[in-house]
């Protein structure tokens, strides 16, 4: 018998755009899947020819062909035309996603999914949060961790069955690890809650596990904290987290690091910042002045007469270590000058004869401002 035109199969103009095939190929399938029409083999053969015709014309290099040679493209590769081994699965999944429908067609060139993977019985993984100084970031330090997690069983080495025993194929999926059931037109398959995915049942379980191939202990291990940990860095400790049982590998732990407001330094990646106070007597008449470092020592800052308000002063090499390298920021220090308060007698009458003699050489900001002001009332 003739194979049908795969235009006129899907309903659509040879010029039908990508959107307009797919469509029409969606409304076919959900018509004739055969879920819908058990034992209906007419149904059966037009979602086939429904799926052959979309594989073809949804591809741009395939259509190309078929537009060009018909259905001759594709013969020489076997029976129908060449799609004698055609996954319509795979087609169809590419139109309404692989999962909950991936092994809906068993028996129409589907796969059954087999059981959970070693990897799939993996430890979990676990989170420590750790609180440290700015003072311990930079130096680093030795850090003992105290925590609850899980050992494999030593008696059962983590198969959870007693020792001379074996598990036994799990009686509620057969041993697929899988179970199916159907939801109106569709059957959806989920993990077997029987066996959790393994496909096996423990007959004998483990009398000082209990079965669960693992038992729970409190763990203190030793950990460097490396030199510049900032606030939110995460270090990765593998194998430490919770024990894996039959045969998947152990978890890991990770140290979530948050540094601690400090009482002078503020940070900013690997630099440093605060800010120091300084009299107006100092700032109009400058100063030598010894500041704090992180380290712990100190450090001597000149105060250049005439110093400004907000003034910066940058001392190079003196803020945090970099973790990826041996270099350090910087540590930058801003002037605040104080105004003072509670002035005794002779301090005012002193700074009313300081302000007779001031003229706008010596402040020149003032000035500047206030002759934008006159001709900013003038405008």
């Given amino acids: 018998m003739a194979k049908r035109d795969y235009y006129e199969v899907l309903g659509v103009i040879k010029s039908a755009s990508p959107e307009e095939i797919k469509k029409a190929y969606r409304k076919l399938a959900l018509k004739y899947h055969p879920d819908r029409n058990k034992g209906d083999k007419s149904a059966e053969a037009k979602f086939k020819e429904a799926s052959e015709a979309y594989h073809v014309l949804s591809d741009k290099e395939r259509k190309t062909n078929y537009d060009q040679f018909g259905h ?47 990897s799939d019985y993996r430890g979990a993984d676990l989170r420590y949060d750790l609180s440290i100084s700015l003072e311990e970031a930079y130096n680093g330090k030795k850090q003992e961790i105290d925590f609850s997690s899980s050992d494999k069983c030593g008696i059962c080495n983590g198969s959870g069955a007693e020792p001379g025993s074996k598990p036994v194929s799990c009686s509620t999926c057969g041993g697929y690890g899988q179970v199916r059931s159907s939801q109106g037109f569709f059957t959806i398959q989920q993990t077997c809650p029987g066996c959790s995915g393994s496909g096996e049942q423990i007959s004998k379980p483990c009398k000082d596990c209990g079965g669960m191939g693992k038992k729970q202990s409190r763990k203190k291990i030793v950990t460097n904290i490396p030199k510049g940990v900032d606030d939110g860095t995460r270090i990765r400790l593998s194998g430490k987290g919770e024990a894996g049982i039959k045969g998947g590998g152990d978890g890991d732990l990770y140290i979530f690091v948050s540094v601690k407001p400090h009482s002078i330094f503020k940070r900013s990646e690997e630099n440093l910042f605060f800010e120091f106070p300084i009299s107006l007597a100092d700032a109009a008449l400058g100063t030598t002045v010894e500041v704090p470092t992180i380290d712990g020592g100190k450090a001597k800052v000149k105060i250049p007469s005439g110093t400004q308000n907000g003034k910066q002063f940058r001392l190079k090499g003196k803020g945090m270590p970099m973790m990826r390298n041996r270099s350090f920021g910087d540590l930058y220090i801003q002037a605040i000058t104080e105004v003072p308060i509670a002035l005794t007698k002779e301090q005012k009458k002193l700074l009313e004869e300081f302000k007779k003699l001031e003229d706008t050489k010596t402040n020149p900001s003032i000035k500047n401002f206030f002759e934008k002001a006159k001709k900013f009332w003038r405008n």
Avoid: K, L, M
């Fill in 72 to 118: 001759a493209a594709f013969e020489g590769s076997g029976t129908r035309g060449g799609f004698s081994n055609f996954d319509f699965s795979s087609v169809f999944s590419d139109i309404f996603g692989a999962d909950p429908f991936d092994d809906i067609f068993e028996g129409f060139g589907g796969r059954r999914r087999g059981r959970r993977r070693t």
